[in-house]
Nanobody, 121 residues
């Protein structure tokens, strides 16, 4: 079975940090980019960042650039999103997704369930 399991969400004060995990199984991780998206209440889903597993190259949207960092642990088939200097506007449900071949292909084969991040002011 293919699985992407996002975890690590929680409540944190502004300026704090959280690390989200996306544990994957059932497919060859090297063939994909793993992206993180978020959706805040009443807003559309937006891309946060993405990492090409094959070369570990990561991409970040402007809103999180410099604050969020993507890493991958191939042995554990897990991608991590380290979120620092969190702001109330980062509050959202965060999802990970497997993007076929590389980040930007827009061919999303698999999605994980969301994990809620709440940042208080």
């Amino acid at each position: 079975d293919v699985q992407l399991q996002a975890s690590g969400g929680g409540m944190v004060q502004a300026g704090g940090s959280l690390r989200l995990s996306c544990a994957t199984s059932g497919f060859n991780l090297d063939d994909y980019g793993i992206g993180w998206f978020r959706q805040a209440p009443g807003k559309e889903r937006e891309r946060v960042s993405c990492i090409n597993i094959s070369d570990r190259k990561a991409f970040y949207e402007e809103l999180v650039n410099g604050r969020f960092t993507l890493t991958s642990d191939i042995a554990k088939s897990t991608v991590y999103l380290q979120m620092n200097s969190l702001k109330p506007e980062d509050t959202a449900v965060y999802y990970c997704a497997a993007e076929w071949f590389q980040c930007g292909s827009k061919s999303f084969d698999y999605w994980g369930q969301g994990t809620l991040v709440t940042v208080s002011s």
